[in-house]
């Protein structure tokens, strides 16, 4: 169901009302499984390049060290705007989480 998040944050609560809140959790859920302990994250980086990609956005990997690349997406909109997203992943310890 669209709109289900909370937020008071106008311009953000208006780009969440976009999104669907199934479709959250399971890109939640399919994060969860990729394995990626500290130092290993690429699988993770190359996910969400191509997803980020397939969703129209101009995404590119940064390498910030060897085999440890960011992703950097931005999607153009009217009037010279833009969405800019940088996804720096986090650490988590030995990388195991599970969903339920």
Not at 9 to 33: C, M, P
Not at 53 to 70: C, I, T, W, Y
Request: hydrophobic share 40%.
């Amino acid at each position: 169901m669209s709109g289900s998040f909370e937020c008071k944050d106008k311009l953000t609560g208006d780009l969440l009302s976009y999104l669907l809140e199934d479709e959250v959790l399971t890109l939640a859920k399919r994060l969860i499984e990729i394995p990626s302990p500290t130092e290993f994250e690429k699988e993770v980086a190359l996910f969400l390049h191509a997803l980020l990609k397939n969703e129209g956005f101009d995404a590119v990997l940064q390498e910030v060290s060897p085999g440890r690349p960011q992703v950097i997406a931005k999607l153009a909109g009217s009037g010279g705007t833009a969405i800019w997203i940088t996804i720096q992943l986090p650490r988590r310890g030995n990388g195991i989480l599970t969903s339920r």
